[in-house]
């Protein structure tokens, strides 16, 4: 098996986590560097929010605030053991977090169903622990829902896409489908919040399987 930073990949157990800390280790900015809106609230009344984990976060969070409907988008870590990590503890493979990005949509200009497209292939969703050069379970593939509606639609969504897949010729989808209220949120410090557009020609590390399913939810 792979080793990162001297371990085998794998999933830690919550013995193997750090201890973390009671509260965040940093300041995170108020403002979107980009749209212009909060990063932590409050957000408008109707509004959802979705988290998407699909490798790492500088280009992933990109491809969501650029989408219309999208009001703010948050980088952070999430699906791990340790409270209040910090980025080089999360790059240890111990925490159990995955690069996380938040994103707070109105559903009336964009549904939930476009957003798990945009998720689905950006990334490559069967490669475990990887994504092209990022190794580790910090990139690994995680959708975190937010309510019994989300959850089924990312079920529905991750079954088609599955078969297309298949039909391409590549393997089974390692994606984690996981309850947000059971795993929270830590943003990530503001070196990491809307990085590529301080950044514009910074490294990205996405990369699609090349499938698309066009509209395959109805989402226009």
Known sequence: MPFVRGRELR???????PPGRPAPAY?????????????QGPYPEGFEVGDFALGCFWGAERRFWQTLGVWTTLTG???GFTPHPVD???????TGHAETVRVVFDPRKVPYERLLRLFWEAHDPTQGFRQGNDVGTHVRSVLFTHSPA????????????QQALSAAGHGGITTE?????????YPARAFHQQYLARNPAG????????????DPFGTN
Do not use: K, N, S
């Open 27 to 39: 300041e995170v900015p108020e403002m979107h560097a980009v749209l212009g809106t909060p990063l």
């Open 203 to 214: 490294y990205c590390g996405l990369g699609g399987t090349g499938v698309e399913l066009g």
């Open 77 to 79: 870590f999430q699906g």
């Open 88 to 94: 080089d503890e999360v790059r240890t493979g111990l």
């Open 11 to 17: 999933m830690p157990t919550p013995e193997e986590a």
């Open 150 to 161: 989300q959850q089924a639609a990312a079920e529905r969504t991750r079954d088609r896409y």
């Open 177 to 185: 489908i996981l309850p947000a209220a059971r795993h929270p949120f």
